[in-house]
Nanobody
Framework: VQLQASGGGLVQAGGSLRLSCAAS????????MGWFRQAPGKEREFVAA????????YYTDSVKGRFTIFRDNTKNTVYLQMNSLKPEDTAVYYC?????????????????????WGQGTQVTVSS
């Protein structure tokens, strides 16, 4: 699955952005999708994930209540709505697809389960 992320930009603290990740293949709907981020000098962080059928399955604690992941399988696109942004949300954001089609068990899903990475989109939150 080839992925193209977009929607990043510069925003003031407290503002909102919506990231999009478009897939090139119709098989998009078979895969759980994830959003990750990497800030300068830090390791990549698993931010959120959504099942192939559309149910949110993971949010990292720091974004719960502020970020929402959702998808539109008719558009082969997954989104990350980011509200109440904080300077610590500044990072390059990446989307990725699950390596497994139609996964049923999400209890142990983690970053290693994702491949097919898209290019990142920069999010910068000013204080």
């Amino acid at each position: 699955v080839q992925l193209q992320a977009s929607g990043g930009g510069l925003v003031q603290a407290g503002g909102s952005l919506r990231l999009s990740c478009a897939a090139s293949e119709r098989t998009f709907s078979r895969y759980a999708m994830g959003w990750f981020r990497q800030a300068p000098g830090k390791e990549r962080e698993f931010v959120a994930a959504i099942s192939w059928s559309g149910g949110p399955i993971y949010y990292t604690d720091s974004v719960k209540g502020r970020f929402t992941i959702f998808r539109d399988n008719t558009k082969n696109t997954v989104y990350l709505q980011m509200n109440s942004l904080k300077p610590e949300d500044t990072a390059v954001y990446y989307c990725a697809a699950d390596r497994e089609q139609y996964r049923r068990d999400y209890e142990q899903i983690g970053p290693a389960d994702f491949g097919s990475w898209g290019q990142g989109t920069q999010v910068t939150v000013s204080s």
